[in-house]
């Protein structure tokens, strides 16, 4: 399954995109969203951090590491 595929499968089953779906996403390991484990090293790419942005209310989060690992921090733009 394909990174975009999984995104649409897990957005179906919350039925609902909220900020807590874009997360659930972005956690993502099956298809390696987001990608740092053994399992993903063979595709040249690596989930070094991750940014969620809003720019019509301005602002941003920022996960200063994998997603799964760490937190989200708001930024004012
Ligand atoms: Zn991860």
Known sequence: ???CEKAKE???KEKKLTL???KKILK???TGICGHTKVHLH???VTLASVILNP???WLLLCNTNPCKGTYKKYRL
Request: net charge negative.
């Open 10 to 12: 897990i957005i179906l």
């Open 56 to 58: 019509k209310d301005k």
């Open 28 to 30: 993502e390991h099956t």
């Open 1 to 3: 399954m394909r990174r």
């Open 20 to 22: 807590d779906t874009v």
């Open 43 to 45: 595709d040249d790419t």
